[in-house]
């Protein structure tokens, strides 16, 4: 299957979403921040980025743009936790985004954002 970075601040939600991921046959690398996530894609690009919006040491934002200017096949999937304001995925598609998510989201409408994402 695919191959899957996960960027995100949330020891416990990127330990989920790593196994639900997984369990679909996909091979998984995990970035605790956005620089760190950065770091690795470049060392060795990945099918897609799932990236957080919020987090320290630069956020889902900076690595979406990052990601989609520097390598133009790279595909993101951005989320966020963040109800108060729904300009932060509006904006995350707009620094390149191919699909945003709100949390919390099921297991099922993971697996069709990152499908789709693939696919497209």
């Known amino acids: ?56 040491e630069r956020d889902g934002m900076e690595v979406t743009l990052a990601l989609t200017r520097e390598f133009l096949d790279a595909k993101v999937i951005a989320m966020t936790g963040a109800t108060d304001d729904q300009n932060f995925l509006n904006v995350a598609k707009l620094f390149g985004a191919r699909r945003v998510i709100q949390k919390p989201f099921s297991p099922a409408d993971l697996l069709r954002a990152v499908q789709f994402t693939l696919s497209h």
Not at 8 to 35: C, K, P, Y
Not at 48 to 55: A, G, R
């Open 1 to 56: 299957m695919a191959s899957i970075l996960i960027v995100d601040d949330d020891d416990s939600f990127r330990a989920l979403v790593r196994h639900i991921l997984e369990e679909n046959g996909h091979e998984i690398r995990e970035a605790r921040n956005g620089q760190v996530g950065l770091t690795l894609y470049r060392e060795k690009p990945t099918d897609l980025v799932i990236t957080d919006i919020l987090m320290p």
